[in-house]
């Protein structure tokens, strides 16, 4: 009911009750300024009224916000995520031949890839060649059994990304809206480890190539020497072609 209508009812009740108190037979008399007065002080107390109505709406708004603001997300990728992580970590634990670990590439350039030798002998050269191809072969079976993992990492993502966008517009709290983010951008940070991941098992199986490729070129150099090195040379000897 808007402001003047609710003065003018409560003036008129004001008014009804002081004719009610009148004795019988009294005469009423009709004070214009005490019935304004009147009027303006009945006015004053449905403002207050309303004034009171409207801090309380507002606070129970602001609590209402409040609880909205500390709702926790329903949706949780952390153990999708986690999952995916420990999948790409273990397909490089599996990396075959040459861990990635500094001894064992030190032990191994210090043996068949380092120099070759000169008193090594020739068996001793084509072993370590083969080892070596090994490496190469294992090193890039390893970078594609790690492009594979990433690839399968991929679907499930774009779902995880579907259904916290999703749960980002329909967030009803800041908190709620907060977690969604944290979530997006844990999944962001797991997407760029399987990119170094991914990275790290190319530029492994490339450097082993690069490596074999370097130890064959020394070896070959080595053979080569040791083929033009001065030895008895030809000696003509008899050979039977035919027995009679």
Not at 43 to 50: D, E, S, T, W, Y
Not at 55 to 69: E, K
Not at 202 to 224: P, S
Request: hydrophobic letters at 45%; proline letters at 2%.
């Amino acid at each position: 009911m808007p402001l003047p209508h609710r003065a003018i009812l409560a003036a008129a009740c004001a008014a009804t009750l002081l004719a009610a108190a009148s004795p019988a037979g009294a005469i009423v008399v009709f004070d214009p300024s005490n019935y304004a007065q009147n009027v303006l002080t009945a006015a004053r107390a449905l403002q207050q009224v309303n004034n009171q109505i409207t801090s309380l709406q507002n606070q129970a708004q602001s609590l209402i916000n409040q609880a909205r603001n500390l709702a926790s997300l329903p949706f949780s990728s952390l153990k999708a995520l986690e999952d995916q992580v420990q999948k790409t970590r273990a397909l490089l634990q599996q990396a075959q031949r040459l861990a990635y670990d500094v001894q064992t590439i030190d032990q191994a350039f210090s043996t068949r890839y380092g120099a070759v030798d000169v008193s090594a002998s020739d068996q001793t050269l084509v072993d370590n060649a083969h080892e070596r191809w090994r490496d190469s072969v294992a090193g890039f079976e390893d970078a594609l059994k790690v492009q594979a993992g990433v690839v399968g990492n991929l679907g499930g993502a774009r779902d995880q990304i579907s259904q916290l966008v999703g749960a980002s517009q329909s967030a009803s709290g800041a908190l709620q809206a907060a977690q969604a983010g944290n979530q997006l951008l844990a999944l962001q940070t797991q997407q760029l480890a399987d990119l170094a991941a991914l990275l790290a098992a190319q530029g492994r199986a490339q450097d082993l190539e690069a490596a074999r490729r370097a130890a064959a070129e020394d070896q070959a150099r080595e053979q080569l020497r040791r083929f033009l090195a001065p030895g008895q040379g030809y000696r003509a000897v008899t050979v039977s072609m035919f027995h009679d």
